[in-house]
C-alpha cells in the first residue's frame, strides 16, 4: 500500500453530564500523496478529525479507532511518549491564527532553529542556517532579518507563512492545515495557500486541508470530503465540485453570494435530520 | 435515555433544564439550577457547602444543641480532659464547657463573616468599576488611595485601626473590612477595564444608556462572580484575622466565647491542658478549610473564563 | 438629500509620537433608502468611520452629517433613536448573562417606548426567531440566531440608519445566506439605508448598490457594484482585491 494514512472508523467521543457526545461518528479515510480536503460548518468535527490523527483531543475526550496507520504502522497503539516524536516529525499541523500558535517571547528564527533542532541532531549554525533557507522557501523576502523579529513585529500572513516554515523544516510526510488563513485578508491568503501548495508538491508530501470554505479546498485539493454532524456525507474530487450530489453540499454551495452571480435572494440550507443518521462515506 | 426510569419526577427537572423558558422567572431559575448541576460535580466543594450549612445550623440551635451555658463557670469542673463526664471536649480553666461555647462561638464567627461580607466586597466593588470606567484622574485618585491600604500588611493596619476605634468585636470586624475592600477593588476595577471595550457595553451605549446604568446593570453583574469567588477564598484569612484579633485581646472581650478569643485563654495552660486552644484552632481550621474548598467550587461554576463549555 | 454625508474624516488614535491615523481624509455620501458597501483589509479603517459616526471613536475632524443631524463630540438619544449598528462578533455584542428579554426590553424603555410587551414580541417575528427566544440567554442560542437577537436590538428604536460591521464573518456560510436575506427583507420592510463594511467582495456585492474601497485610512476609489461585477475599475488595489476575491471564489 502506498497510503501515508489509513483512517478506519474513527470516532471522537466526549462524555457530558447529559451522555457521551460524539464529535466524530465512525469515519474512514485514506490519503496518499494528494492534497485532500476536509469540509464542513463549524460543528461538523472537521478540525476534531485533524486533531484526532494526531491524537491531540484533551481528555476526557477520547479518539476510537479501528485502524489508524501512518504508512502501514499503527497510531493508536503509541504512547503518548511516542505520540510525541510523530507530531511535527512525521505530522505536523498548522493552526488558525499564527498569534497563538507562535511564542510571543522568542525571536521567529530561534523557534524555527528549535523546532528542527528537536527532531535533528544538528549544530545551532546549521540549524539556523537551515531555518533561514527555510524562510526563504515561503516567499519571505529579508530571512536574515526576520529571524531576529519577534512575532508581534510580523504581519498575519508573514506569522502564517513562519509557522508554515516551522512546521515543514523537520520534513514531515503528511501536513495539517486547520482553516491557514481564515484569519488573513483575502490577497495574503492566496499568497500564502500557493506557497503552501508548491512545498507540498515539491517534496511529495500529504496535505489534509481543513477549511469552512468550499470554492477554496476546492481551488487547492484533489479531494474532497463534506462532513456533516460528525460523519462524510460526500467526497467529491476537486475539480467535480459542481456536479456535488449530496443536498448538503449543493446547499452549502448555493447559498454563497457570487459576485458574478448576482441574485436576489440566497438559497438558504434546508438541513434534513436524516442527514445526521446516514452511514458515513468512505474516502 | 435511560433515565426514563425517573418519570415520577421528570416534570420540575425539564421544567428547570429546558432550553425554551417561557417567564424571566423561569428563565432565572434554570440557570441557578444548571450552575447547581454543575456545583454539584465537585464533591469537594459540596464537602466545603455541608460544613458551612452544618455552621449555619449550629448557630441557630445554639440554644438546643449546647449541654451546658457557655458563661456560667464550675470551678470544681475545672480543666476537664476531653471525653469526661459532661464534657465531651472538656472544659477550661474557669470550669466552663468547651463544646458549648464553641457551639455559641459560631455565631460570633457566621456574625464577623457577614459583617465583613456585606462591607469590604461592597466598597470594592463601588471604587473599582467606578474606577475602572471612568479612567484618567478619577481612576488615578482611587486607584492610589487603593495602593496606600495595601502597602500595610493586614493585621498590623486592623491593629492601628482596633486601637484608634477600641477593642470589641465590631471594630475588629470594620479593621478588617477595612483592609480587605482594596484587594477587591483591584480585582474589579481589572474586570472592568476588560469588560468596558467590550462590543455589549458599546451596544448599549448606541442605545443612550449612562454610565451610572451601564456600571450598575452591566458591569456589576459580571464583576459580582468573580468577587464572589475571591471573597469566598478570602474568607478563611479573615475568620484567621478575627481570631488572631480576639487572640491578641483586640477583638471580642471575654468572656464571648470568640474562637480566637477562646485560644488566646487557653494559651496559659497549653503545656499542660492541651484541649483547650486546640479545641478552637480546630474549629477555626474546618471553617476555613471550608470556605476554602466552596470558594474553589464556585470558581468553577461562576468564572466565566474556564466555564465557557 | 444624503441620508449619510462624511467629508474629510479623520480619525485618529493615542497622541504625538504615538497617534496612528486610522482613517483619513475619507469622503462618503449615501442617499435616503440607500444601501452603501465599504471594502478594505484588516486595517484599512474601515470599521472605524462606522465607529467614529457612533461616538464609539473619540478623536476625529470633518464633517459628518448623519441622519439629518451635524454630528458633533456628544451623540444624543434622539440621534441613536434614528442610526443604529451591528456588530461583527455575536458572541461578543451580547451580554453574557443577560437574557434575550433583558436586551430588548432595556433597550425599549432606553428609547422612552411603553409597549415594550408587544414589541417585543414583534422584533423577535421580524428577526425570524419567534417568542420561544425570548426568555434564552446567550449561550443557549447559536451564532445566526445571536446575530438576529442583535438585529433586533437594533431595530428596537425604529432607526433610518443600520450601520453593518461585517454582519456575518463570525458565521457559517449558510448562516450568512439567512442573515443576509434577513437584512434584505428588512431594508425592505422598514425603508433602511444600510452603510455595510466586509472584507467579502461578495457579500458586499449582494447587498450594496455603491461601494468604495479603502486601502490604509484612505478611500481609494469609490464605484457603483455594477463596475465592480464587470471589473471596471480604475485603481489597481480594487483590481488586486476583486482578483484575489474572484479566484478564492
Request: some cysteine; charged content about 20%; hydrophobic content about 45%.
Amino acid at each position: 500500500m502506498s497510503n501515508l494514512l489509513d483512517v478506519e472508523n474513527l470516532w471522537v467521543r466526549f462524555p457530558t453530564r447529559s451522555g457521551v457526545f460524539d464529535a466524530v461518528r465512525g469515519i474512514n479515510f485514506t490519503l496518499g500523496q494528494e492534497r485532500l480536503g476536509i469540509v464542513g460548518e463549524s460543528g461538523s468535527g472537521k478540525s476534531m478529525t485533524g486533531r484526532a490523527i494526531l491524537r491531540l483531543i484533551r481528555s476526557p475526550g477520547m479518539v476510537i479507532a479501528d485502524k489508524m496507520d501512518l504508512e502501514g504502522v499503527d497510531l493508536m497503539g503509541r504512547t503518548e511518549k511516542e505520540m510525541r516524536d510523530v507530531r511535527g516529525k512525521e505530522i505536523s499541523l498548522i493552526m488558525q491564527d499564527p498569534k497563538f500558535s507562535l511564542n510571543p517571547v522568542m525571536r521567529v528564527g530561534h523557534q524555527i532553529s528549535e523546532a528542527y533542532r528537536l527532531h535533528a541532531k544538528v549544530s545551532k549554525s546549521e540549524a539556523k542556517r537551515k531555518s533561514i533557507e527555510m524562510l526563504e522557501a515561503v516567499a519571505i523576502r529579508d530571512p536574515e532579518r526576520v529571524y531576529n523579529m519577534y512575532p508581534h513585529e510580523v504581519s498575519g500572513g508573514m506569522g502564517q507563512r513562519i509557522m508554515i516554515a516551522m512546521m515543514l523544516i523537520p520534513n514531515p510526510k503528511i501536513m495539517i492545515a486547520d482553516e491557514p488563513t481564515s484569519a488573513l485578508d483575502v490577497s495574503v491568503q492566496m499568497q500564502v495557500l500557493e506557497i503552501m501548495d508548491k512545498l507540498v508538491k515539491e517534496r511529495g508530501m500529504g496535505l489534509i486541508f481543513i477549511s469552512h470554505d468550499l470554492n477554496l479546498v476546492s481551488t487547492f485539493c484533489d479531494r474532497v470530503l463534506i462532513m456533516y454532524a460528525g460523519r462524510v456525507v460526500e467526497t467529491l474530487s476537486a475539480d467535480k465540485l459542481h456536479e456535488a450530489q449530496h443536498p448538503y453540499t449543493q446547499g452549502l454551495l448555493n447559498s454563497l453570494p457570487r459576485l458574478d452571480a448576482p441574485k436576489d435572494r440566497l438559497q438558504v440550507l434546508q438541513r434534513d435530520p436524516a442527514w445526521a443518521n446516514e452511514p458515513s462515506v468512505s474516502a | 435515555m435511560s433515565l426514563t426510569e425517573t418519570s415520577s419526577k421528570p416534570s420540575i427537572r425539564e421544567w428547570l433544564l429546558t432550553d425554551t423558558p417561557t417567564s424571566r422567572k423561569h428563565a432565572k431559575a434554570t440557570v441557578i439550577y444548571q450552575a447547581w448541576l454543575s456545583f454539584k460535580r465537585n464533591p469537594m466543594a459540596m464537602i466545603g457547602l455541608g460544613i458551612l450549612i452544618f455552621l449555619v445550623l449550629v448557630a441557630a440551635l445554639a440554644a438546643i444543641l449546647a449541654p451546658h451555658d457557655p458563661f456560667v463557670q464550675d470551678l470544681g469542673a475545672r480543666l476537664q480532659p476531653p471525653l469526661s463526664e459532661g464534657y465531651i471536649l472538656g472544659s477550661d480553666s474557669l470550669g466552663r464547657d468547651i463544646l458549648s461555647r464553641l457551639i455559641y462561638g459560631s455565631r460570633i464567627t457566621l456574625y464577623i463573616v457577614t459583617l465583613v461580607t456585606i462591607l469590604a466586597p461592597v466598597v470594592g466593588l463601588f471604587v473599582g468599576t467606578i474606577a475602572g470606567y471612568a479612567g484618567g484622574w478619577t481612576d488615578a485618585i482611587l486607584m492610589r488611595i487603593t495602593d496606600i491600604f495595601l502597602a500595610f500588611p493586614r493585621l498590623v493596619l486592623a491593629l492601628a485601626f482596633v486601637a484608634a476605634l477600641g477593642a470589641g468585636i465590631e471594630n475588629a470586624v470594620l479593621a478588617i473590612s477595612l483592609t480587605a475592600w482594596p484587594a477587591y477593588a483591584r480585582i474589579a476595577r481589572a474586570e472592568t477595564l476588560t469588560i468596558r471595550n467590550s462590543d455589549y457595553i458599546h451596544a448599549v451605549k448606541l442605545q443612550g444608556a449612562g454610565p451610572l446604568r451601564i456600571i450598575i446593570k452591566h458591569i456589576w453583574p459580571l464583576c459580582v462572580s468573580s468577587l464572589v469567588v475571591r471573597v469566598t477564598l478570602d474568607m478563611a484569612g479573615i475568620i484567621l484575622a478575627a481570631a488572631g484579633l480576639g487572640f491578641l485581646g483586640l477583638g471580642a472581650q471575654p468572656p464571648s466565647p470568640e474562637w480566637g478569643a477562646m485560644i488566646s485563654e487557653g494559651r496559659r495552660f497549653i503545656l499542660d491542658h492541651w484541649w483547650i486552644a486546640t479545641m478552637p484552632g480546630l474549629a477555626i481550621f474546618t471553617v476555613s478549610l471550608a470556605f476554602n474548598l466552596l470558594g474553589d467550587g464556585l470558581r468553577d461554576v461562576l468564572d466565566p473564563k474556564d466555564g465557557a463549555s | 438629500m444624503n441620508e449619510i454625508s462624511i467629508e474629510n474624516l479623520n480619525v485618529w488614535f493615542g497622541e504625538h509620537d504615538e497617534r496612528v491615523d486610522a482613517v483619513k481624509g475619507a469622503n462618503l455620501s449615501v442617499p435616503k433608502g440607500g444601501s452603501f458597501g465599504l471594502v478594505g483589509e484588516s486595517g484599512s479603517g474601515k470599521s472605524t468611520i462606522l465607529r467614529a459616526i457612533m461616538g464609539l471613536a473619540p478623536t476625529w475632524s470633518g464633517q459628518m452629517n448623519v441622519g439629518g443631524e451635524t454630528l458633533g463630540d456628544k451623540r444624543t438619544r434622539s440621534f441613536y433613536r434614528k442610526v443604529q449598528m451591528v456588530f461583527q462578533d455575536p458572541y461578543a455584542s451580547l451580554h453574557p448573562r443577560h437574557s434575550v428579554d433583558q436586551v430588548l426590553s432595556e433597550t425599549l424603555s432606553l428609547h422612552g417606548f411603553d409597549d415594550i410587551e408587544t414589541r417585543i414580541d414583534k422584533l423577535l417575528d421580524d428577526v425570524g426567531l419567534g417568542p420561544s427566544f425570548r426568555f434564552r440567554y446567550p449561550h443557549q442560542l447559536s451564532g445566526g440566531q445571536r446575530q438576529r437577537v442583535a438585529i433586533a436590538r437594533a431595530l428596537a428604536p425604529e432607526p433610518e440608519v443600520l450601520l453593518l460591521d461585517e454582519p456575518t464573518s463570525a458565521l457559517d456560510v449558510s448562516v450568512q445566506a439567512e442573515i443576509l436575506n434577513l437584512l434584505t427583507d428588512l431594508r425592505a420592510a422598514h425603508s433602511l439605508t444600510y452603510l455595510m463594511v466586509s472584507h467579502d467582495l461578495a457579500v458586499v456585492g449582494h447587498i450594496c448598490s455603491d461601494v468604495a474601497v479603502m486601502q490604509l485610512g484612505e478611500v481609494v476609489e469609490k464605484l457603483t457594484v455594477e463596475d465592480m461585477r464587470s471589473m471596471r475599475t480604475r485603481h489597481p488595489y480594487t483590481k488586486h482585491l476583486l482578483e484575489s476575491s474572484l479566484m478564492a471564489g
